[in-house]
């Protein structure tokens, strides 16, 4: 069975441009996360699917950040426009069913933000 | 004060002996408890959950937890070096988000 995938790995782009990140969750699982690793920091959630519909947004830093998961298959997280700050390491995680199961993670998107 | 924190790293252990792991979280309403390794460069990849006081073992591997205390804690035995990596504590109150601790690098030296 395909894992998480994301693309693309990495990303280098300027301040001011805009870039969108890919996560194709495991097939069936209808709960798909994006989480984000900043340098020096601690993983940090930024929102949750469930299906098509966002379960949980709080994490979102601003509204420069737009997910989306038309379908409710792959989902995009667009950044527009990009600044410094948004530099980092972004995950995407899925997970199946509604009760507490295990979140299979991506191997990230690396993301520099010049 | 973070939700979630772990004992501050490095943390190094000779091969053969016995790594400990720990884990302190502030919110009473979290059910599951998830260990995670990440190798440098790498996604975190799932070592152990456990959702009930106690222990859980599998292999060299061993997830103790302790809800009144808010105290979970991962014990690797006859630690070997490809267990060198960062190891990673997240809580989770629900089907939602995971939250995690800063993370314990640890080094076994052959």
């Known amino acids: 069975e395909a894992g998480v995938t994301q693309f693309p790995s990495h990303s280098v782009i300027e301040k001011g441009q805009t870039v969108t990140l890919r996560c194709d969750p495991i097939?069936?699982?209808?709960?798909l996360y994006w989480y984000r690793r900043v340098m020096g920091k601690e993983i940090k959630f930024l929102l949750h699917?469930?299906?098509?519909?966002?379960?949980?947004e709080s994490g979102m830093p601003n509204n420069r950040f737009l997910a989306e998961r038309t379908g409710g298959t792959y989902s995009t997280l667009k950044v527009q426009p990009a600044e410094l700050e948004d530099s980092g390491v972004y995950f995407c995680?899925?997970?199946?069913?509604?009760?507490?199961?295990?979140?299979?993670f991506g191997p990230g998107t690396r993301l520099l933000v010049l | 004060q973070k939700e979630v924190e772990q004992n501050s790293g490095p943390l190094s252990v000779p091969e053969g002996a016995i790594a400990s792991l720990n884990c302190t979280y502030s919110?009473?309403?979290?059910?599951?408890f998830f260990w995670y390794r990440q190798y440098s460069g790498k996604s975190p990849e799932l070592i152990m959950f456990?959702?009930?006081?106690g222990d859980k073992e599998d292999g060299r591997f061993t997830a103790q937890l302790n809800k009144a205390s808010q105290y979970v804690s991962l014990l690797i035995r006859d630690s070997q070096p490809s267990d060198s990596a960062t190891y990673l504590c997240?809580?989770?109150?629900?089907?939602?988000?995971?939250?995690f601790g800063d993370g314990t690098t640890l080094t076994v030296k052959p």
């Open positions: 919110d009473r309403g979290s059910q599951s």
């Open positions: 995680a899925s997970s199946h069913g509604s009760s507490v199961s295990t979140q299979y």
């Open positions: 097939s069936g699982h209808d709960n």
């Open positions: 456990i959702y009930s006081n």
């Open positions: 997240a809580v989770r109150a629900n089907a939602g988000k995971s939250t």
């Open positions: 699917f469930v299906k098509e519909s966002k379960q949980d």
